[in-house]
């Protein structure tokens, strides 16, 4: 199981945001990655391998963590970036998500 | 370029059912792992199965919530994944995604709807 925290993050525009994402088991940094989601949308592959930026990426997304703890951080919100995101645990069966959080505008 | 393009969705019935199908291109569908996962209306993302790759064996496992009503095969020949559906509720409506995994690395399709309504 992972467990993300919080539900809801109410930032401005500039903050910087901090999410959490904890596993009820030790789990392999390389199968842990992050999404953002805007509705109507595909998830967007942000993070892979707990730390490293997907393609295209900018970079005040970074990923860190190993074990049972994850973290996500956004260095200074953009407009675009409020969202919800997602960690995903990809390496043992059964796959598993966090149950997301949503950044939203203060 | 690796893509993955679902197709299949639609309206059906409580009780009927429906095949999914994820075409993919830009790699060689034997030699990975591939999962389906669902995103119901609002609600996040869950995961509903995975086939493994030819190494091992082509092993499926499934979320307990569809277990024994879904089922994942693979034409490799056709590079080609599907997601057969049966016994649908209406709990089953979501968009559905075609996942696969290369060293740590997801790609996902575009995602298809299933409604299931009467």
């Known amino acids: 199981v992972l467990t993300q925290s919080p539900g809801t993050l109410s930032l401005s525009p500039g903050e910087r945001a901090t999410l959490s994402c904890r596993a009820s088991?030790?789990?392999?940094?390389?199968?842990l990655v992050w999404y953002q989601q805007k509705p109507g949308q595909a998830p967007r592959l942000l993070i892979y391998?707990?730390?490293s930026r997907a393609t295209g990426i900018p970079d005040r997304f970074s990923g860190s963590g190993s074990g049972t703890d994850f973290t996500l951080t956004i260095s200074g919100l953009e407009p675009e970036d409020f969202a919800v995101y997602y960690c995903h645990q990809i390496g043992l069966s059964p796959g598993t998500f966090g149950q997301g959080t949503k950044v939203e505008i203060k | 370029e690796v893509q993955l393009v679902e197709s299949g969705g639609g309206l059906v019935q409580p009780g009927g059912s429906l095949r999914l199908s994820c075409a993919a291109s830009?790699?060689?569908?034997?030699?990975?792992?591939m999962d389906w996962v669902r995103q119901a209306p609002g609600k996040g993302l869950e995961w509903v199965g995975r086939t493994k790759n030819k190494a091992r064996s082509y092993i499926t496992d499934y979320a307990a919530s569809v277990r024994g009503r879904f089922t994942i095969s693979r034409d490799d020949s056709k590079n080609s994944l599907y997601l057969q559906m049966n016994t649908l509720k209406t709990e089953d409506t979501a968009v559905y995604f075609c996942l696969m995994f290369w060293s740590g690395y997801p790609y996902w399709g575009q995602g298809t709807l299933v409604t299931v309504s009467s």
């Open positions: 391998d707990a730390s």
């Open positions: 830009g790699f060689t569908l034997s030699d990975h792992y």
């Open positions: 088991q030790s789990i392999s940094s390389s199968y």
